[in-house]
């Protein structure tokens, strides 16, 4: 499995970028998107959090086929940061599945980073 952690890490960015650009869409053409208020601006950041943390997974996939480990580094954060977003907005959204490919992807780096460290 940690052969394919740049693969498995590009298709986590790819739910979180789509997820987010989709949250965005449908906030918009909600009842929110007709008043451009704190709420609507609250509800938007929490679709561009997503796409941000997506986005920069699948810049990082170069770098993780490389087995950088500063693009490791980059994107545990970012699913470190996930899980934490996810921690903060499960009270309101349950949101299971990203919540578990967040903390995959942690547990997966952090074993990928091991086995690099190990290797040198």
């Known amino acids: 499995m940690l052969n394919y952690a740049p693969q498995i890490l590009f298709g986590i960015g ?3 970028a789509i997820n987010g650009l989709l949250h965005d869409i449908f906030i918009l053409a909600s009842e929110h998107g007709k008043k451009y208020d704190r ?8 679709g561009h959090v997503l796409m941000v943390g997506g986005i920069i997974l699948l810049i990082c996939y170069s770098g993780l086929k490389t087995n950088s480990t500063l ?5 545990l954060t970012i699913c470190i940061s996930m899980v934490v977003y996810c921690g903060m907005i ?3 959204l ?3 599945v990203t919540t578990i490919l ?4 942690t547990v997966l780096i952090i074993l990928k980073l091991i086995a690099i460290s190990n290797q040198n």
């Open 94 to 96: 349950k949101s299971m």
């Open 90 to 92: 499960w009270p309101f």
């Open 14 to 16: 790819v739910w979180y």
């Open 39 to 46: 709420d609507l601006l609250r509800l938007l950041m929490d």
């Open 102 to 105: 967040s903390l995959t992807g």
């Open 71 to 75: 693009a490791y580094y980059v994107c």
